[in-house]
């Protein structure tokens, strides 16, 4: 049992490291097809495989570059260490329930990057989770879906008349009403909201904050411990 759960944690790890990999390569506007390892961003040594392999490559180099010794960002391999815990707790969950859940994650994480890093949301990642979620567990018309709808389509019309979001953010609460039910949207909303404002209070000097890491993460957590 240890093993198949070393194999799946592994799996999932080696997801999240694939997962930051592109964000940073469309950070940093580099092809994603390309068959040339990553390279240190720092002295730009190609790195060796050794130093590739999820959350092991980094403890082995001690958190800094074998090469110049500047210190690692460490992100990529908090990204590994939360997909490679959250694929260990979900796998052995349904299928119809873990598969859109899972890919879901993948593409939140995914987007969380890159509006980190560059305020951009990319809308045809969400296609396939919202589709799949769902396709396996339909929509249930109820009050509460209503309110939500209403929502969105109100934040859809502010965030096109106003620049005090952007519709990246509209895109992702949709995805999450397609993964999930009204009231973990909700839920899910109010947790990212508080834990912004929580970051505008004690930094009043940030004029721009993005958005998608605070839903991502609250998502996570609301559906995790639900």
Same mark, same amino acid.
């Given at each position: ?37 990553? @390279?240190?961003?720092?002295?730009? &040594?190609? +790195? ?7 959350? %092991?490559?980094? $403890? =082995? ?69 919202? @589709?799949?979620?769902?396709?396996? &567990?339909? +929509? ?7 309110? %939500?709808?209403? $929502? =969105? ?74």
């Amino acid at each position: 049992m240890l093993l198949l759960d070393s194999f799946i944690f592994i799996s999932g790890a080696c997801c999240g490291s694939f997962i930051t990999c592109m964000a940073e390569r469309l950070s940093d506007i580099q092809s994603l097809y390309t068959t040339q390892r990553s @390279i240190c961003p720092k002295c730009r &040594h190609q +790195l060796r495989f050794w130093q590739l392999i999820p959350v %092991l490559g980094v $403890l =082995l180099q001690r958190g800094r570059c074998f090469d110049c010794r500047s210190r690692i960002n460490l992100r990529s391999t908090l990204i590994e260490l939360i997909f490679g815990c959250l694929v260990l707790l979900n796998w052995q969950a349904p299928l119809t329930t873990s598969a859109p859940l899972l890919l879901g994650y993948a593409v939140l994480l995914f987007n969380s990057l890159t509006d980190h890093d560059h305020f951009s949301v990319f809308p045809i990642t969400l296609v396939a989770p919202a @589709i799949i979620g769902v396709w396996i &567990h339909p +929509l249930i018309w109820s009050v509460p879906l209503f309110i %939500l709808i209403g $929502l =969105l389509i109100s934040l859809y019309l502010i965030a096109w008349q106003t620049k005090k979001f952007g519709a990246g953010d509209v895109d992702i609460l949709v995805l999450l009403t397609c993964l999930a039910a009204p009231s973990l949207v909700f839920n899910s909303l109010i947790l990212a909201s508080a834990a912004a404002l929580t970051i505008f209070i004690i930094q009043p000097q940030r004029r721009q904050l993005p958005f998608v890491p605070f839903l991502t993460w609250a998502f996570i957590l609301i559906t995790q411990l639900v």
